[in-house]
Each structure stands twice: as C-alpha cells, then as structure tokens.
C-alpha cells in the first residue's frame, strides 16, 4: 500500500491507494459478492507507468482530515446522511428472513454497502435461534447486479449536460453519499450505446418521412436539408481552434434530423499513455479527426451526404450559411450538379451591418431610417421568391423609394403610385429623405445584391439546426470538454433524440436498456412537450411576433438610453484612450428620470397661518412670518407684519416662529393614526408651500411619517359634482349646503370643509380615485426643487427662443439642466437628445416625443 499526506487551505488529505480500493471503486455499481476482474488487467496502463500518479479522481471516497483533526471521511454508518431508495423494494425485502421467515425490522440494520447511488443494508433477524444478517437492496438492479439508479443518474447527467463534478457537487448538498467517476463513466457508455440507437431509429423513421413528403409536394425524390456546424469552443474568425465539433442535417420537409456527424482530435486514453510514455491499451479510440478546427463542417456534410446518398436518401440541394467552402467540396467530391441554397438570416444580416456602417458617413440614416429600409428589403425579398428578375426589379427600385423617386416602383407593393400625397409612416416627419450622398451608398450598397438575386430568389434557413446547436451547447456545455472520450458522442446523439421525438426520448432509452419507464419521468416529458408545442404554435402567430419586435425596439431604446447617462462604462482600450482625455466627463453620469410628477409652479410662499381639525378636536396656529407681507396679500388675508408683530385687522394677534407652529402641527397629528390630509386645491398650492416650509425647518421626516398621503377637495368635488359653475371653496359651501364664511381665514376655511366633505360626500370610491400618496406627493415637492435649480442654466434656451418655458420647466423638473443636454448630445448627436427626452417616465415621456422640439434642442447645442 502506498500513503501520501499533503496540507491544503481546507485541511489534510491522506490518500490510502491499494488494489483492493482500485477494486472496489471501478465496479460500485456491481453487488459485494460479484467476483472482479483483476485491475491490471482493465488499467494496465496504470500500474506499468514510470513514476506514480495518484489517482485523485476519487477523492470524494479518500480519507479527509478538517484543520481539527477530525475525520471527515464517510462512514459505514446507515444512519449517516440521506440515501436514494425505492421504498417497494426495501418493504418486499423486509417482509421476511431469508432462513427463517420472520419479518424483518429496518430499525435492526447494523450495516450499510453503498454502490452509486443504490446500497444494500445488512439487516439482523432478531430471531434468537436465526440470527441470520439479511442483505437489503434499495433499488431494482439489472444484468450483473447494475442498479437501475445508477443508470439513470447517467442518463440524466447526458440529458441535463451534467459531469462527474457537477454530479457529486449535487449529491454532497443534498448530503447523498458521492460517486466514482468510474462508476459514472461505465454507466454513460452502458446508457450512452442506448441513446445512439434510438437517435438512428428516429432519423431512419424519420428520413423516410423527408422523403415521402418530398415526393407528395415536389413529386420527385429529390430530397433538400440544411446543415450547419458548431463547435464546443466558443470562437470566432482565426480564432476557431476547438478539439470538438458536430453538425447536422435537417431535412427541410419534416424539420428533424436525418443525419449528423461529430468530430474530436482528441482521446482521454491515448493521451494518458502518451504522457507515460507507453503504448496506448487497445480501445475504441475517440479521436476521429486530425485536420483544423475550421475544415470539420466540410469533412462533415461531404460524410453525411454521401451516407445519406449510400442509404437510398437523393439529396440533391443543401441550405448553408455562406461562412465556409462546404459547397465546393460537396460538388468535388460527391456529386457536381448539388446545388447550394443560401441561409436567408446569412443573406441578410451583411446588409443590416452595412448600413449601421454607412450611418457613421451619413447623419440622415438613424435607426428608425435603417428599420425601415430592412422592412422593405425583407418585404421585397419574400414578394421575389423564385422570381430572380422580379428582384432585381424591387431592389433596383428600393434605392429610390424612400427618397420620394417611385418611378421604378411596383403596384404590388407601393402605395405612393396610387395616392403620391400619403405620408411616410416610418420616416422621419413622414417626409422622404433628402440626401443625395446617402441615395448614391444606397445604390452601390444594392447593387451587390441585384448581382446575387437567384441566391436572394431561392433562400432557405438553417434555424432549425441553429435551434439543434442550442440543444447540444445544453447536453455538452462550452465551458466543460468532453470530447476526449464518448461522452461528446453521447450528448450530440442525446441532442438527436430529443429533437426527433421530443423529451420523452428518455423514456424510450429507459426502456431500450431494460429499466422501468418511470412515472414521474414519462409525466415530465410528457409536460415539456406539450408545453413546447404550445410554445411553438404562439411564437408562429403575427401577434406574438409583432410583440417580440415591439419588446426588442422597447429594450433597444432603453439600451440606448442607459448608454446616453451613462457614459463610457465598456470598451476597447478605454482606459488607454483616458489617458489622454478628459476622463471625469466620460464617466459622468446624467441623472435618471423620477416619475412624472404633477405639473405645478414652485411654490415658496410663507405661512402665516395654519388649521386642522379632526372630529371635534381642532388646531391653530398663526405663524410669524419670514419677510414682510406684500400689500396684495394683505388686502386678501387682513394680516399685516410691523415692528416684529402680526395685526388681523390692525388687531395684534399671537403668533409663533414657523418651526414651533409646524412642531405643533405634527404633534397634533402624533394623536392619530394614518392620517390623511383634506384640503382644497391642496396639491397645486398648500402641499408644495407646507413641504417646503417643513424641508426648511429640517421636520419634512418627522411629518412624512405621521401620515399616509392627501385628498384634494377640489378635484373630489369635481369628480362627484360635475357641471357646476365654479368650484371655489367658498361656492361650493353656498351652492351645496348653504353657508357663508370668512374664506381667507385658515380656522374658518377648515371647519367650512369638514362640514362641506362630512355632509355632501358618501361616495368613498371617489375619495379613492384623488388620493395621492405622500410619496408621490414628495415625488412633487422634489421635482419643483430640482426645477428651480436647473431653470437658470436653460435660460439661454429662452432667450434664444429655441424652447417655450413650459418645455424648459418641463426639461428642469425632470433632473436635466443644460450640462446634461450638451453631455448627451457629445455622445450620440440628435439620438442622445431623442433618448433622454423621449425616456419612459410612468406613462409618459420623460420631457417629450415632439421631433420637433428635439430637433431644436440639437440645433442649439450643435452651435455651441
């Protein structure tokens, strides 16, 4: 026996290797008294190296000392932990001893042999003449004692893209005792061989369906598939340099696999051998391919369709993207006459980069421009199918259309021919464009394409290989490699399963390998299924599409909104460019919009004043004020400030300082719980005066957390009242309960409302649809403060007349003052104006949508 200790962050690792262990952990999966092989004989290679190797592998089954000392290693203890079982199994078992008949108890297990995921429990007949130790299995087992578990934890480690890392991280939380790799490696090549034949009895079921379907619509049997490659290492361009590769090939009729391939330049076994330096044991080697990464998918389709061909299928056209030589290959190797379909998202995909790249050269073409010419060129292209000489005609036509030249237009498809006054929906101001540069781009840009229109007349997709590609990236992650042994083969092949049968190709390999379909497993992919069949009839309906691009222009616009007030957050070599230019202004930040508050003046007027009353309890304050009151204001309320005294008509009244008169107010209001505050016209008026007041006196916490939010008598009369003359305080009181008052005294304006809302409102749902809460409220007050502050640096704006003063008040109360305007316009022109002003902000546009005052806003800070 060889002993190895090391010290690790986490503890002590003591490594005891011996064959006996080496036995036991390559064949868990078999019953305690099966007879082993010899280990020599299964891992040669092993025990012949030059210099020992620990086999850490199986650490998970190794002893483990923590920091402390303690032992951390597994017991035999079947108390220890939790443990898969099927409790059918165990209850048949225990229904008696073997020797002498008597039921058995689970509670007399004096030891536990765990195989996997199954285990045998040693149980002791507590007959006193028996004393026979009954061995327990926990689950059904299968050729030569394989647990069934075990199995099914392979299958589902393919089907889920799980490794043996992964595996046992799960099994530990869920504190399950862990398994070997050896054992999960037996296990997937004994399932693995399953899943490969049911994947080629669904594409033989289903390349005879590829066929008779060809001949019912096309009445021949010449059969057209798609096919596309992917790798399982992320890559681009130069970059393609991974070990593994598979493609497929789908036929166009049905949709599903007919046939596929995969490639690997590496094997587990060989390399192992190698670095030993001994010859590699005989093996089914992995390794099928030893050119670059970026020759596989010609390799490939060139195989698949000459064993297609071999198979009695006449493929005579393939659909690909325009990404590789797959083509000329085909055509030198297989068959001259094959012909080659393009990829439409391929075809069309250039055209969109190309216009984002003249974008740069030519201001005119925004986004919306660029939406709306890819419109056309998709309409003009699904009108052309199979007629080469009609799309040439469209295309020569689209270089002019929007540009107000229809004269090579068709009827079939413009509407200005008809009726030249109609307006464009989807162009700016619903004008044509005037840039002759842009048109001349336009022209050359198309020109390429009319080269290309059998290509453009005759398009295929390659999106259900696309959508076989994700399935595969799911069962074989990028991030994790398989393809040193017949793992990688066994997911690809999963992949097939599942996209020819759907989910419930799992219960097929159940049965195909001798196991129990499984309930719960035949009702999940029962489930799945039919919720991808639902899923799959919605997205094909124009609703759900013209939702999808209405979602991806919503995300686009707040992308691009984000990156506007933001700034520079990621991009190549941006600290380098920093380096030399102003790197606080990249990084500043424009602030974001608050909810749209209700459109009033800013109110700083001072109290002289305040009333309250709730039931029969009332409060009153008259107030010193700050300043001395205006003339006009005393004509209306009869108060006058002299000498550092208030006079009600000439008559001196009490009266404290504003801060002690508001910590009156809110411990009136401490005696009450979620207060809500009446008041007439209070929102416009009242509220922004009182918050301001309380900001002031550094009491705005302390009053928001005595209530809840407001009700404005004035638009609550409104509302259960409508179509009365005025809607004054004072007028409501004598038209609806007939009573007179002093209005310009707050005591006598407060008890005049109480008896106005107790006696003529009983309708609580209208109360209901007034209430403002006093964050909304606060929302308000916030917003008139940051009006006020950023007013002053639009004042230029005025001047110039370059915005009307609502639109400026409306500019500065939504947190933007002239920096931010000229920041946003630094970053993206005309669109970061667009951007900021037309943000979502509740229900509405942050400042506004008008493109006309966006337009006059970029103007202005074009010139500065």
């Given at each position: 026996?060889?002993?190895?200790?090391?010290?690790?962050?986490?503890?002590?690792?003591?490594?005891?290797?011996?064959?006996?262990?080496?036995?036991?952990y390559?064949?868990?999966?078999?019953?305690?008294?099966?007879?082993?092989?010899?280990?020599?004989?299964?891992?040669s290679?092993?025990?012949?190296?030059?210099?020992?190797?620990?086999?850490?592998?199986?650490?998970?089954?190794?002893?483990?000392?923590?920091?402390?000392?303690?032992?951390?290693?597994?017991?035999?203890?079947?108390r220890?932990?939790?443990?898969?079982?099927?409790?059918?199994?165990?209850?048949?078992?225990?229904?008696?001893?073997?020797?002498?008949?008597?039921?058995?108890?689970?509670?007399n297990?004096?030891?536990?042999?765990?195989?996997?995921?199954?285990?045998?429990?040693?149980?002791?007949?507590?007959?006193?003449s028996?004393?026979n130790?009954?061995?327990?299995?926990?689950?059904?087992?299968?050729?030569?004692?394989?647990?069934?578990?075990?199995?099914?934890?392979?299958?589902?480690?393919?089907?889920?893209?799980?490794?043996?890392?992964?595996i046992?991280?799960?099994?530990?939380?869920?504190?399950?005792?862990?398994?070997?790799?050896?054992?999960?490696?037996?296990?997937?090549?004994?399932?693995?061989?399953?899943?490969?034949?049911?994947?080629?009895?669904?594409?033989?079921?289903?390349?005879?369906?590829?066929?008779?379907?060809?001949?019912?619509?096309?009445?021949?049997?010449?059969?057209?598939?798609?096919?596309?490659?992917?790798?399982?290492?992320?890559?681009?361009?130069?970059?393609?340099?991974?070990?593994?590769?598979?493609?497929?090939?789908?036929?166009?009729?049905?949709?599903?696999?007919?046939?596929?391939?995969?490639?690997?330049?590496?094997?587990?076994?060989?390399?192992?051998?190698?670095?030993?330096?001994?010859?590699?044991?005989?093996?089914?080697?992995?390794?099928?391919?030893?050119?670059?990464?970026?020759a596989?998918?010609?390799?490939?389709?060139?195989?698949?369709?000459?064993?297609?061909?071999?198979?009695?299928?006449?493929?005579?056209?393939?659909?690909?993207?325009?990404?590789?030589?797959?083509?000329?290959?085909?055509?030198?190797?297989?068959?001259?006459?094959?012909?080659?379909?393009?990829?439409?998202?391929?075809?069309?995909?250039?055209?969109?980069?190309?216009?984002?790249?003249?974008?740069?050269k030519?201001?005119?073409?925004?986004?919306?421009?660029?939406?709306?010419?890819?419109?056309?060129?998709?309409?003009?292209?699904?009108?052309?199918?199979?007629?080469?000489?009609?799309?040439?005609?469209?295309?020569?036509?689209?270089?002019?259309?929007?540009?107000?030249?229809?004269?090579?237009?068709?009827?079939?498809?413009?509407?200005?021919?008809?009726?030249?006054?109609?307006?464009?929906?989807s162009?700016?101001?619903?004008?044509?464009?005037?840039?002759?540069?842009?048109?001349?781009?336009?022209?050359?840009?198309?020109?390429?394409?009319?080269?290309?229109?059998?290509?453009?007349?005759?398009?295929?997709?390659?999106?259900?290989?696309?959508?076989?590609?994700?399935?595969v990236?799911?069962?074989?992650?990028?991030?994790?490699?398989?393809?040193?042994?017949?793992?990688?083969?066994?997911?690809?092949?999963?992949?097939?399963?599942?996209?020819?049968?759907?989910?419930?190709?799992?219960?097929?390999?159940?049965?195909?390998?001798?196991?129990?379909?499984?309930?719960?497993?035949?009702?999940?992919?029962?489930?799945?299924?039919?919720?991808?069949?639902?899923?799959?009839?919605?997205?094909?309906?124009?609703?759900?599409?013209?939702?999808?691009?209405?979602?991806?222009?919503?995300?686009?616009?707040?992308?691009?909104?984000?990156?506007?007030?933001?700034?520079?957050?990621?991009?190549?070599?941006?600290?380098?460019?920093?380096?030399?230019?102003?790197?606080?202004?990249?990084?500043?930040?424009?602030p974001a919009?608050?909810?749209?508050?209700?459109?009033?003046?800013?109110?700083?007027?001072?109290?002289?004043?305040?009333?309250?009353?709730?039931?029969?309890?009332?409060?009153?304050?008259?107030?010193?004020?700050?300043?001395?009151?205006?003339?006009?204001?005393?004509?209306?309320?009869?108060?006058?400030?002299?000498?550092?005294?208030?006079?009600?008509?000439?008559?001196?009244?009490?009266?404290?300082?504003?801060?002690?008169?508001?910590?009156?107010?809110?411990?009136?209001?401490?005696?009450?719980?979620?207060?809500?505050?009446?008041?007439?016209?209070?929102?416009?008026y009242?509220?922004?005066?009182?918050?301001?007041?309380?900001?002031?006196?550094?009491?705005?916490?302390?009053?928001?957390?005595?209530?809840?939010?407001?009700?404005?008598?004035?638009?609550l009369?409104?509302?259960?009242?409508?179509?009365?003359?005025?809607?004054?305080?004072?007028?409501?009181?004598?038209?609806?309960?007939?009573?007179?008052?002093?209005?310009?005294?707050?005591?006598?304006?407060?008890?005049?409302?109480?008896?106005?809302?107790?006696?003529?409102?009983?309708?609580?749902?209208?109360?209901?649809?007034?209430?403002?809460?006093?964050?909304?409220?606060?929302?308000?007050?916030?917003?008139?403060?940051?009006?006020?502050?950023?007013?002053?640096?639009?004042?230029?704006?005025?001047?110039?007349?370059?915005?009307?003063?609502?639109?400026?008040?409306?500019?500065?109360?939504?947190?933007?003052?002239?920096?931010?305007?000229?920041?946003?316009?630094?970053?993206?022109?005309?669109?970061?104006?667009?951007d900021?002003?037309?943000?979502?902000?509740?229900?509405?546009?942050?400042?506004?949508?008008?493109?006309?005052?966006?337009?006059?806003?970029s103007?202005?800070?074009?010139?500065?």
């Amino acid at each position: 026996m060889k002993q190895i200790m090391c010290q690790g962050h986490s503890g002590y690792h003591r490594f005891h290797i011996s064959n006996n262990q080496r036995k036991r952990y390559c064949e868990e999966d078999h019953h305690q008294d099966l007879a082993l092989k010899s280990v020599h004989a299964d891992h040669s290679y092993d025990v012949t190296s030059k210099r020992f190797v620990p086999d850490i592998s199986n650490i998970v089954h190794e002893e483990v000392l923590d920091n402390d000392g303690n032992n951390l290693t597994p017991t035999d203890d079947w108390r220890v932990g939790r443990r898969v079982v099927e409790l059918g199994v165990i209850a048949d078992h225990l229904q008696q001893c073997k020797h002498c008949g008597l039921p058995l108890s689970l509670h007399n297990t004096i030891d536990i042999k765990t195989y996997g995921l199954g285990s045998v429990l040693k149980v002791l007949c507590t007959n006193k003449s028996c004393g026979n130790i009954n061995a327990i299995p926990t689950g059904k087992q299968h050729d030569h004692k394989i647990w069934d578990v075990n199995t099914k934890l392979a299958l589902a480690a393919i089907d889920l893209g799980l490794g043996e890392h992964q595996i046992n991280g799960l099994l530990s939380i869920l504190n399950i005792p862990t398994v070997s790799h050896c054992m999960i490696d037996n296990r997937i090549r004994e399932v693995g061989d399953v899943i490969e034949s049911v994947a080629d009895k669904s594409m033989e079921e289903w390349t005879e369906k590829e066929k008779e379907m060809t001949r019912e619509s096309d009445g021949n049997d010449n059969v057209t598939v798609s096919v596309d490659a992917a790798w399982q290492r992320r890559g681009s361009g130069r970059s393609y340099d991974s070990l593994t590769g598979h493609c497929s090939m789908i036929g166009s009729k049905t949709g599903k696999v007919i046939n596929y391939k995969w490639r690997s330049k590496a094997c587990r076994i060989c390399q192992r051998a190698e670095i030993s330096g001994n010859i590699p044991r005989v093996h089914k080697c992995n390794k099928n391919f030893t050119g670059s990464a970026k020759a596989m998918e010609p390799d490939m389709v060139v195989d698949m369709v000459k064993e297609s061909r071999s198979k009695g299928a006449n493929i005579t056209a393939i659909i690909g993207d325009e990404d590789t030589t797959t083509i000329a290959r085909l055509r030198a190797k297989v068959d001259p006459t094959i012909v080659k379909l393009s990829d439409s998202n391929h075809m069309k995909k250039p055209i969109r980069n190309r216009l984002y790249e003249l974008k740069n050269k030519h201001s005119t073409l925004s986004p919306k421009v660029i939406s709306y010419i890819m419109k056309c060129f998709n309409y003009l292209i699904a009108q052309g199918k199979g007629q080469p000489k009609k799309i040439e005609e469209n295309l020569n036509a689209l270089s002019k259309h929007p540009f107000g030249d229809h004269s090579s237009c068709s009827t079939d498809w413009c509407r200005f021919i008809a009726d030249p006054s109609i307006k464009y929906k989807s162009l700016p101001y619903g004008k044509p464009l005037q840039d002759k540069a842009l048109q001349e781009s336009l022209t050359t840009l198309f020109q390429k394409y009319i080269l290309n229109s059998e290509k453009l007349a005759n398009l295929g997709s390659t999106q259900s290989n696309e959508s076989f590609n994700k399935s595969v990236a799911a069962k074989a992650p990028k991030n994790r490699f398989y393809g040193g042994s017949r793992s990688l083969a066994y997911r690809v092949a999963a992949a097939v399963a599942q996209k020819n049968t759907g989910h419930r190709y799992t219960v097929d390999v159940n049965v195909s390998s001798g196991l129990s379909p499984g309930l719960y497993t035949r009702k999940l992919a029962t489930l799945r299924d039919i919720q991808a069949r639902k899923r799959k009839a919605v997205a094909i309906t124009t609703e759900a599409k013209l939702r999808r691009i209405a979602l991806k222009a919503s995300r686009n616009q707040s992308s691009s909104t984000f990156e506007v007030r933001e700034g520079v957050c990621y991009q190549s070599n941006t600290m380098i460019d920093t380096a030399t230019e102003d790197s606080d202004e990249k990084i500043l930040e424009i602030p974001a919009p608050k909810n749209k508050p209700v459109e009033n003046d800013s109110r700083t007027s001072h109290i002289t004043q305040i009333s309250a009353r709730r039931g029969l309890e009332t409060f009153s304050k008259y107030i010193l004020p700050a300043r001395e009151i205006t003339p006009k204001a005393a004509e209306v309320t009869g108060l006058t400030f002299q000498n550092g005294s208030l006079y009600l008509l000439d008559k001196i009244v009490p009266a404290v300082g504003v801060k002690e008169g508001l910590t009156g107010f809110i411990s009136f209001l401490e005696k009450s719980t979620n207060n809500v505050i009446f008041g007439h016209n209070i929102y416009n008026y009242d509220c922004p005066v009182l918050y301001n007041a309380l900001d002031n006196c550094s009491l705005l916490d302390d009053f928001q957390s005595k209530i809840v939010g407001f009700v404005d008598t004035l638009k609550l009369f409104k509302l259960s009242f409508p179509n009365l003359g005025s809607y004054s305080q004072c007028k409501l009181c004598d038209t609806l309960i007939n009573l007179s008052y002093d209005a310009h005294n707050a005591e006598d304006d407060v008890n005049a409302l109480f008896r106005l809302v107790n006696e003529k409102i009983d309708n609580f749902t209208d109360v209901q649809k007034v209430f403002q809460s006093e964050l909304s409220v606060f929302y308000n007050y916030v917003s008139l403060k940051q009006m006020n502050k950023n007013v002053p640096s639009l004042k230029q704006m005025l001047d110039d007349k370059v915005v009307t003063k609502r639109t400026a008040n409306c500019i500065a109360r939504s947190g933007l003052n002239l920096s931010h305007l000229r920041l946003a316009y630094s970053r993206n022109g005309r669109t970061g104006i667009k951007d900021i002003f037309s943000e979502p902000c509740g229900s509405k546009a942050r400042v506004t949508k008008s493109a006309k005052i966006i337009d006059s806003v970029s103007d202005f800070l074009k010139e500065l």
